[in-house]
T-cell receptor, first 113, second 112 residues
Framework: DAGVTQSPTHLIKTRGQQVTLRCSPK?????VSWYQQALGQGPQFIFQ???????QRGNFPDRFSGHQFPNYSSELNVNALLLGDSALYLC????????????FGPGTRLLVL | GQNIDQPTEMTATEGAIVQINCTYQ??????LFWYQQHAGEAPTFLSY????GLEEKGRFSSFLSRSKGYSYLLLKELQMKDSASYLCAVRDPSSGYSTLTFGKGTMLLVSP
């Protein structure tokens, strides 16, 4: 049973560029949440996707957008990258029930120069 | 608002017991989670409390007091591999669905 997978594992970009990160949820899960974790901080919620729609959004600017596909996989897009976007981006999957535990993928480490 | 506090760092000796505390102030409450995160890796789920009391799972136990907005994670028979960051997270239904609000994490260093 495959867990949550993310790609790529590492990425280096320059300011102003755009980036797309990918996530495949754990088998049987249909809800995907994205988090940003800066060094030395806890993860911060970006948004959550369910049934191919953004169901909930955290306090992040519109430069952060996402998508969910019919197979429940998801993408996170960040436009006009800033130095402060350098972080570990975590994808977590869960079932659709509000009581479900979230399971995290290995993350994508993004460095913006 | 939402506020989750936990100590920044703790140290302990191999074989000992350590308790990591977490206090929270959130608009609502629908469960408290503990995750373990090794450096550069993803958080892995350790425990979940939604009712008051102690949940035991092997060497790890987690306690919750909703009236006090307080939880702790107890690690017994510490091993070197337990050196990691421990994240306390609250599920707050006022934030919507199953989203989690995390503390900054407690870095635990286990020494021989």
């Amino acid at each position: 049973d495959a867990g949550v997978t993310q790609s790529p594992t590492h990425l280096i970009k320059t300011r102003g560029q755009q980036v797309t990160l990918r996530c495949s949820p754990k088998s049987g899960h249909d809800t995907v949440s994205w988090y940003q974790q800066a060094l030395g901080q806890g993860p911060q919620f970006i948004f959550q996707y369910y049934e191919e729609e953004e169901r909930q959004r955290g306090n992040f600017p519109d430069r952060f957008s996402g998508h969910q596909f019919p197979n429940y996989s998801s993408e996170l897009n960040v436009n006009a990258l800033l130095l402060g976007d350098s972080a570990l981006y975590l994808c977590a999957s869960s079932g659709s029930d509000r009581q479900e535990t979230q399971y995290f993928g290995p993350g994508t480490r993004l460095l913006v120069l | 608002g939402q506020n989750i506090d936990q100590p920044t760092e703790m140290t302990a000796t191999e074989g000992a017991i350590v308790q990591i505390n977490c206090t929270y102030q959130t608009s609502g409450f629908n469960g408290l989670f503990w995750y373990q995160q090794h450096a550069g890796e993803a958080p892995t789920f350790l425990s979940y409390n939604v009712l008051d009391g102690l949940e035991e799972k092997g060497r790890f136990s987690s306690f919750l007091s909703r009236s006090k907005g307080y939880s702790y994670l107890l690690l017994k028979e510490l091993q070197m591999k337990d050196s990691a960051s421990y994240l306390c997270a609250v599920r707050d239904p006022s934030s919507g669905y199953s989203t989690l609000t995390f503390g900054k994490g407690t870095m635990l260093l286990v020494s021989p």
